[in-house]
Nanobody, 114 residues
Framework: QVQLVESGGGLVQPGGSLRLSCAGS????????MRWYRQAPGKERELVAT????????NYADSVKGRFTISRDNAKNTVYLQMNNLKPEDTAVYYC???????WGQGTQVTVSS
């Protein structure tokens, strides 16, 4: 079955950086568009970034443009989210998901606080 495992979250100060990873198994990873979402307490899940199957096209939410970069390594069945200049409002649980399919991992917590 499809499994997605997110990692790399943690506590970071405002202005800091983190790199999230999402490792996929049980699917032909290179065939899927991949997305990162986040969900803050009391809020709906929000689409953060998208990357097409070969990595040629990326899209970002306005709130993270210029700060976050999505990338992938199909040889490692992994998609990444490089997050720079983090802000307190970036605090959330971050999830990855494949398109189509819509499976979810357990998420990884990102907390931005001084």
């Amino acid at each position: 079955q499809v499994q997605l495992v997110e990692s790399g979250g943690g506590l970071v100060q405002p202005g800091g950086s983190l790199r999230l990873s999402c490792a996929g198994s049980g699917l032909v990873f290179r065939r899927y568009t991949m997305r990162w979402y986040r969900q803050a307490p009391g809020k709906e899940r929000e689409l953060v970034a998208t990357i097409t199957s070969a990595g040629a096209v990326t899209n970002y939410a306005d709130s993270v443009k210029g700060r976050f970069t999505i990338s992938r390594d199909n040889a490692k069945n992994t998609v990444y989210l490089q997050m720079n200049n983090l802000k307190p409002e970036d605090t959330a649980v971050y999830y990855c998901s494949e398109v189509p399919g819509g499976h979810w991992g357990q998420g990884t917590q990102v907390t931005v606080s001084s």
